[in-house]
């Protein structure tokens, strides 16, 4: 079985930027790429499992979303990291689009995407992690049985206060998605080579 980091797309992989349609409208986080090297390198098949409900709001087509992805994938491809397949939720309970206005088991906090790409590829949940700024990344991943990651980018600071007043709270939380990565890959190591 291969285990899998998987990876909120805005405000943990990219800069929140509120509705984005189109590659133009992309801001990077400076470490992102080498955040996703550092995961391949330790092992992970990194999948990004994201909540688009523009398409349910009739922001934006489901085709952007997926041409979107596929120019994040092939950027991050050029410079030597790994993107293995995105998933995106294009529904929303009282979405403007008929088409996409449902209630989707695909939509986080469900952790319907997760489990779809387990099937996928033959991943090994609990030894996967989710790794999130969102409320809703933590609990997909804690329903999912994957460790969890909270990052304190985006919408993470605000997060992590929520979380300590509610809990329960990710498995732990860091700064920004290389000091994630940087944990992941002790976590593939023998624990000998980590104390």
Request: charged content about 25%; glycine content about 8%.
């Given at each position: ?111 319907g995407m997760l489990l779809q790409a387990a099937i996928d590829f033959d991943l090994d949940l609990a030894c996967s992690v989710m790794v999130g700024d969102k409320l809703d990344d933590i609990e997909a991943g804690r329903r999912a049985g994957c460790l969890t990651m909270l990052v304190r980018s ?42």
């Open positions: 079985m291969n285990k899998a980091v998987f990876l909120d797309r805005d405000g943990t992989l990219i800069q929140d930027r509120g509705y984005i349609c189109d590659f133009s409208q992309v801001g990077f986080f400076p470490c992102a790429v080498d955040a996703v090297r550092t995961m391949n390198r330790a092992g992970y098949l990194v999948i990004v499992v994201s909540n688009q409900s523009a398409v349910a709001r009739g922001i934006c087509s489901e085709r952007q979303i997926i041409e979107l992805h596929r120019q994040l994938q092939s950027h991050f491809k050029d410079r030597g990291a790994e993107i293995t397949a995105f998933y995106h939720c294009p529904y929303l309970a009282d979405g403007k689009v008929a088409g996409y206005r449902l209630d989707s088991p695909l939509r986080k906090p469900a952790p985006g919408q993470g600071r605000f997060s992590e206060t929520a979380l300590a007043k509610t809990g329960p709270g990710p498995d732990h939380t860091v700064d920004d998605l290389l000091a994630a990565a940087r944990i992941i890959a002790t976590l593939s190591r023998p624990a000998a080579e980590r104390d």
